[in-house]
């Protein structure tokens, strides 16, 4: 399976999962994860997908700064219902990097490592998502905003054409090659620009909401 060479251009996060480290399944329970297993994972590279593992990063990086973030100690919350637009979507890549997981989720050995209701619905955040430590309490706000990574006015035109089944060869070729442009900017160009990436540092709450 050969992928675009710039996803290896983007920066790798490594966390550590104590899961893992019992069941032996990684040396010290260190996990690595790249852009292209969220592309493996989806199967699919557009700018939802980046947004959501570079969202992620970012906030691993800021929650974690001195030490490796702890997979499966992080919870989730997600202005958006999953059945919302992309939301699901989201979700996915999320909890692939984060551990964290739905209703439906691992439920841990002996009260232990569960993942299950780490990943939660709450309508009142007025950013996209929030990642808080379980351990700590500290927490994130992050959102995207793609309104400054402007898409090639080509573009809409030629999926259009593309979806509607009436494009030739080298339309779908122009079409692929427009729309990773958007990608590789997202992930690379304005990987640490604040007015694409928001992260909004959150007052400690007190104990784990329930």
Not at 159 to 181: I, K, S, T
Request: proline residues 5%.
């Amino acid at each position: 399976m050969k992928l675009q060479p710039f996803f290896d251009e983007v920066p790798r996060i490594v966390v550590q999962d104590p899961l893992a480290r019992l069941l032996g399944c990684a040396e010290d329970g260190l996990l690595a994860y790249g852009f292209a297993d969220a592309v493996r994972l989806t199967g699919h590279a557009c700018p939802t997908v980046a947004a959501a593992y570079w969202l992620t990063y970012l906030a691993l990086e800021h929650l974690y700064a001195d030490t490796l973030p702890q997979r499966g100690q992080i919870k989730v919350e997600f202005r958006d219902d999953a059945r919302s637009g992309s939301s699901g979507v989201v979700a996915t890549v999320v909890q692939m990097l984060t551990g964290a997981a739905g209703g439906s989720g691992f439920k841990g050995l002996a009260g232990r490592f569960a993942r299950a209701g780490l990943i939660r619905y709450k309508p009142d955040l007025l950013s996209t998502l929030r990642f808080t430590r379980l351990d700590t309490q500290e927490a994130v706000d992050a959102s995207v905003d793609m309104a400054h990574v402007p898409a090639d006015p080509r573009l809409q035109p030629l999926l259009e054409r593309c979806v509607g089944g009436r494009a030739n060869a080298q339309e779908e070729a122009d079409f692929a090659q427009l729309w990773l442009q958007r990608v590789r900017a997202l992930l690379l160009d304005c990987a640490r620009d604040p007015a694409v990436f928001q992260l909004k540092p959150v007052k400690r709450i007190a104990a784990l909401a329930a």
